[in-house]
């Protein structure tokens, strides 16, 4: 008997020892999932990407594809750091979700009770903007990005006074738009609830509790790490180029924390685990709940015949809520220069998926997490490398505008005469150059030749790694140049952002130094009108210009004999007389031009 009861429970846990393994085979919705992920970066001809996967509070898949450097064949690796861009938008709302759970900061509060300094573009936004406002992008303004972008400046300050500056394109509370200077705004509030930059209320708040401890907001931080990715980009749609950081300064609120797919899994636990980590609580579920509930309507997002189980489009705080295929889905992505991110959970499947790569403005990471996600729900596979490969075979590229280009035109002045330092209070300050019988834009990051298109208007082209002129690289911006009454090149305009007019930028001469003996020769009294006198003298080294009534005026040089007013745009003296003697003075305005005779 004993002997057929061992002969049993061998023919009994024999096929209970099959169906385990069969069990645990299946039970693994990720096998094999390298060819597939090995194909996207093929496809989307990436130099690199890193992907982590989080059930509950474990990391379940953790891999590096491709390289983090690619010309010295560096891979990456799960601990391969890598610029997230706007994905640091959920970090900085969520600080603002600390000061409410300490009982310091309301959301339906205005943004100005909490920041003095801020003004917007009318009075009505400036007293009834509130923080809620900020964190779900319904201000109603527009994006405004270039003022940060291409006049970048590292004064936190600076950029929130050009919020002032800066038109709506709709009414408050109405429609959903984008706008980075509201998350820098949200940065500043922490900033001065806690006495400290954001950059320290992040990591002692967030990152250090965390335990993200290579995550960092710098590019210097960033460089001096061992493991961090160089950012790419495709030229010509196959050449995998290098791409310079992108030092995104006092934006940083906005998008500059750097960080690891594995570090990013903690603070995927976070969110999926109703804001603790390992028990600790690193974020208050109230929160939580809030921050992933539909705040704003982004856009309808209806569903199409090709994917009608993708489909909702709404905003919490930091975060875009999706139905994802009957899935409730909350992610957001990031892009800055050279590279590409997607943070992306499920909450009621207690998944998170974390994709960075080393590619600018790329598909790649939507790609990933949707193949990756369809596996781990459970739900039959698209194939959604193919359906972007399809896509982007349908995409052309060409260079727009020269079919309204009047060929055989010419500047209306000579060259030259465009020099100045061009500014808009909203954006900033550019400086045009007469250089090699060439104009060349200059902004605080970028410089760019600016090409005859047609009599008065410019197009800007870009410059190569190695300075030369990069005629392939033709931006959308034409730069038309404005003329007074006078004749004189007063000012350019430039479209920077969509639904608003051109705007204006007002030019001031390239100031010339003058030594305070050669001013001399302009001091004196000027008969501007039978009771009005304008006084000309030397003050502090500088010349002025002082009319009763009116405050008093630092002139610049700007030519021989030709000088601006400082703090008047459009407002020029010019004064005449033969050889070394000055005998009168001509004040160019807008309304008209005035001479006047001296008289002392």
């Not at 409410?100 to 936004?125: C, I, M, S, V, W």
């Not at 291409?150 to 929130?160: I, M, P, Q, V």
């Not at 705040?295 to 905003?315: R, W």
């Not at 957001?332 to 998926?353: M, W």
Request: glycine fraction near 8%; include cysteine; hydrophobic fraction near 40%.
């Amino acid at each position: 008997m004993k002997k057929l009861f061992i002969i049993f429970a061998l023919f009994f846990v024999g096929p209970l020892y099959a169906q385990k393994k069969k069990a645990e085979k299946i039970a693994d919705p990720l096998a094999g999932i390298e060819k597939e992920l090995e194909q996207i970066l093929k496809d989307r001809k990436a130099a690199g990407f890193a992907v982590a996967v989080v059930r509950k509070d474990s990391v379940i898949y953790a891999k590096g594809f491709g390289y983090r450097d690619y010309e010295n064949k560096l891979p990456v690796t799960p601990n391969t750091l890598f610029a997230i861009g706007s994905c640091t938008k959920a970090f900085t709302a969520s600080l603002l979700g600390l000061m409410n759970k300490e009982g310091k900061l309301d959301f339906n509060t205005p943004a100005r009770d909490y920041l003095p300094g801020l003004k917007f573009f009318n009075d009505d936004l400036t007293r009834n903007v509130t923080v809620k406002d900020l964190m779900v992008h319904r201000t109603g303004l527009p994006r405004h990005d270039l003022s940060w972008y291409l006049f970048s400046t590292d004064s936190r300050e600076e950029l929130l006074g050009r919020i002032a500056y800066m038109e709506p394109t709709a009414p408050l509370r109405q429609t959903w738009q984008y706008n980075n200077f509201m998350y820098l705004v949200q940065g500043m509030i922490a900033e001065k609830h806690y006495g400290k930059t954001w950059e320290e209320v992040l990591s002692e708040r967030l990152l250090k509790p965390m335990g993200m401890r290579r995550s960092n907001s710098s590019i210097a931080a960033l460089t001096a790490d061992s493991d961090a990715a160089l950012g790419y980009e495709l030229e010509n749609d196959s050449l995998i180029s290098k791409r310079d950081y992108y030092h995104i300064n006092a934006m940083g609120p906005a998008g500059s924390i750097n960080s690891s797919v594995m570090e990013m899994a903690r603070w995927l636990k976070v969110w999926i685990n109703k804001g603790k980590l390992n028990g600790r609580e690193i974020l208050p579920e109230s929160y939580i709940n809030e921050a992933i509930s539909s705040q704003m309507v982004v856009s309808a997002l209806l569903p199409q015949a090709e994917s009608p189980d993708v489909h909702l489009s709404n905003y919490g705080y930091g975060w875009i809520l999706n139905s994802y295929r009957g899935h409730y889905r909350v992610d957001h992505g990031g892009n800055i220069d050279g590279f590409s991110a997607n943070t992306a959970f499920y909450p009621a499947d207690s998944i998170g998926i974390v994709v960075l790569t080393n590619q600018n403005a790329s598909s790649l990471n939507s790609v990933v997490r949707n193949t990756l996600a369809d596996r781990l729900l459970g739900l039959k596979p698209v194939d959604w490398n193919g359906r972007m490969n399809k896509a982007q075979a349908k995409s052309a590229s060409g260079t727009a505008g020269e079919e309204n280009r009047k060929k055989g035109t010419q500047p209306s002045h000579p060259l030259k005469d465009y020099e100045g330092v061009y500014t808009h209070k909203a954006y900033g300050t550019f400086e045009v150059k007469y250089q090699n019988d060439s104009l060349i834009a200059v902004f605080p990051l970028e410089k760019m030749w600016l090409r005859h298109y047609h009599y008065d208007v410019f197009q800007s082209v870009g410059y190569d790694k190695s300075g030369r002129v990069d005629t392939t690289e033709i931006f959308d911006v034409l730069v038309p140049f404005y003329m007074n009454e006078a004749g004189d090149i007063v000012s350019a305009k430039l479209q920077l952002q969509a639904g608003l007019e051109s705007l204006t930028f007002t030019k001031a001469g390239l100031s010339k130094e003058v030594s305070e003996n050669d001013l001399r020769v302009f001091e004196g009294e000027y008969q501007l009108a039978p009771q009005a006198i304008a006084r000309v003298y030397i003050k502090n080294q500088k010349l002025h210009l002082f009319i009763a009534g009116q405050p008093e005026y630092e002139l610049l040089p700007v030519g021989d004999r030709k000088f601006e007013i400082k703090s008047l745009a459009g407002y020029t003296l010019e004064f005449e007389g033969k050889e070394e003697r000055v005998e009168s003075v001509k004040f160019i305005q807008p309304n008209g031009i005035f001479k006047a005779n001296k008289v002392k």
